[in-house]
């Protein structure tokens, strides 16, 4: 359903080194980087078919994280879901919520998940999904 998401940031290299670290635990890769007409830098992912971008705001204003929003990345197993965690932490993230771990979603039922808050405050989430 989704075909790329984007998240301002207000230090782009910062957050080439936090996204180039965290998202390459997913075998995302390191980022295009593109300069738009308007002068702003775009960090562009890609990976089975989408597109995760990290910006410099077009307007010029600071960049700010969505209050209630988050970006969840699906992992491939529960020592992923630790994995993007602690590389995230290692490279300027944020631990949040609970440790990572199993929970029960009332929704899909048991999934390991991993919150963590990038270095411009976006929230992100690491997700497993357990068979039942």
Request: aromatic share 6%; charged share 15%; hydrophobic share 35%.
């Amino acid at each position: 359903m989704i075909n790329h998401v984007v998240v301002g940031s207000n230090d782009i290299e910062r957050s080439q080194r936090f996204y180039d670290a965290v998202l390459g635990t997913l075998e995302a890769g390191e980022a295009l980087r593109n300069v738009a007409a308007s002068g702003h830098v775009r960090l562009f992912y890609r990976h089975g078919g989408g597109s995760f971008c990290v910006s410099q705001p077009i307007n010029g204003e600071p960049a700010t994280p969505a209050n209630g929003g988050t970006i969840a990345f699906r992992c491939s197993s529960p020592e992923a879901v630790r994995t993007f965690h602690d590389v995230a932490v290692a490279h300027g993230g944020t631990s949040i919520e609970d440790p990572p771990g199993l929970r029960h979603n009332p929704l899909v039922g048991p999934v390991h998940l991993a919150y963590v808050r990038d270095p411009d405050g976006n929230k992100l989430c690491a997700i497993c999904r357990v068979a039942a």
